[in-house]
T-cell receptor
Framework: GQNIDQPTEMTATEGAIVQINCTYQ??????LFWYQQHAGEAPTFLSY??LDGLEEKGRFSSFLSRSKGYSYLLLKELQMKDSASYLC??????????WGAGTKLIIKP | GAVVSQHPSWVICKSGTSVKIECRSL??????MFWYRQFPKQSLMLMAT?????????EQGVEKDKFLINHASLTLSTLTVTSAHPEDSSFYIC?????????????FGPGTRLTVL
């Protein structure tokens, strides 16, 4: 079967750094996305990884290890507006997105 | 660029009625659109893939006669929930794949919250 695992919820402090992990087992791999979703809103694109390594984009970075079926999203200098759910999604062998259940990130002052 | 709109943003209807949700790509032509459903505190569930000019491809367990999808133009796909029941209450989100991008990024509409009484 196909499976994507993320922690259900994480809590961090404003100004700090947090790492959200995602592990996957899928039939085929054609890339991995991270999306941010605020409550009641649609997801918005954060990052895309298809090769091993770290992709940095401002305060957000995403890492991928294909051999380990593992990715993480790193958020630096946390702001209150970063409180949201973070969704990991893998492009499978048929080029459809397979979604994780999302990690709810709570930022405390 | 790559803006996707949905209409309506929310709808409340009586059980047994039908509801149509529109998904439009505003500044690009989308040959492929996707319809998702998301229940509270759960992930997005792909319902169907909508290809312009052809029949939609439904995911296993999704009733094609209940969730009618029409992708009649390169900028518009519609989802009609027929004979809606309270268990159909959910957040429905469409997305569109932008042609020509190196990777398969999907741009999402703002979603439609359906409440069936």
């Amino acid at each position: 079967g196909q499976n994507i695992d993320q922690p259900t919820e994480m809590t961090a402090t404003e100004g700090a750094i947090v790492q959200i992990n995602c592990t996957y087992q899928t039939s085929g791999f054609n890339g991995l996305f991270w999306y941010q979703q605020h409550a009641g809103e649609a997801p918005t694109f954060l990052s895309y990884n298809v090769l091993d390594g770290l992709e940095e984009k401002g305060r957000f970075s995403s890492f991928l290890s294909r051999s380990k079926g593992y990715s993480y999203l790193l958020l630096k200098e946390l702001q209150m507006k970063d409180s949201a759910s973070y969704l990991c999604a893998v492009i499978g062998s048929n080029y459809q997105l397979i979604w994780g259940a999302g990690t709810k990130l709570i930022i405390k002052p | 660029g790559a803006v996707v709109s949905q209409h309506p943003s929310w709808v409340i209807c009586k059980s047994g009625t039908s509801v149509k949700i529109e998904c439009r790509s505003l500044d690009f032509q989308a040959t492929t659109m996707f319809w998702y459903r998301q229940f509270p505190k759960q992930s997005l569930m792909l319902m169907a893939t909508s290809n312009e000019g052809s029949k939609a491809t439904y995911e296993q367990g999704v009733e094609k006669d209940k969730f009618l999808i029409n992708h009649a133009s390169l900028t518009l796909s519609t989802l009609t929930v027929t004979s809606a029941h309270p268990e159909d209450s959910s957040f429905y989100i469409c997305s569109a794949r932008v042609p020509g991008l190196d990777y398969n990024e999907q741009f999402f509409g703002p979603g439609t919250r359906l409440t069936v009484l």
